[in-house]
Nanobody, 126 residues
Framework: QVQLVESGGGSVQAGGSLRLSCTASGRTFRSYTMGWFRQAPGKEREFVAA????????VYADSVKGRFTISRDNAKNTVYLQMNSLKPEDTAVYSC???????????????????WGQGTQVSVSS
């Protein structure tokens, strides 16, 4: 059974930074993809960023490019989302996800991922 546990959410002022972590357990992840999605109140879940476990290729939503960085630590089975220059519109519940090897539009689609964490709240005040 795969488990994903997120941490690192919180409240910051606009322009601040947070780093989210997601630790995976229960399976070998060498050919998998890890992603971060977010969902704000009253809005649909949206893709934020993804990384291939093997090779480290990354993909970002246009709304976070240049501000957020996704990375992974293979030895710790952990994926990070470094969020800088945060804006009030970044306020949401952020969830990490795990899926198979992906390419193209699969990265951006929540249905491509098989496992999800419980989510962590990020609140950015103006």
């Amino acid at each position: 059974q795969v488990q994903l546990v997120e941490s690192g959410g919180g409240s910051v002022q606009a322009g601040g930074s947070l780093r989210l972590s997601c630790t995976a357990s229960g399976r070998t992840f060498r050919s998998y993809t890890m992603g971060w999605f977010r969902q704000a109140p009253g809005k649909e879940r949206e893709f934020v960023a993804a990384i291939r476990w093997s090779g480290g290729s990354t993909v970002y939503a246009d709304s976070v490019k240049g501000r957020f960085t996704i990375s992974r630590d293979n030895a710790k089975n952990t994926v990070y989302l470094q969020m800088n220059s945060l804006k009030p519109e970044d306020t949401a519940v952020y969830s990490c996800s795990l899926g198979p090897f992906m390419s193209g539009r699969d990265f951006y689609t929540a249905g491509s991922y098989n496992f999800w964490g419980q989510g962590t709240q990020v609140s950015v005040s103006s």
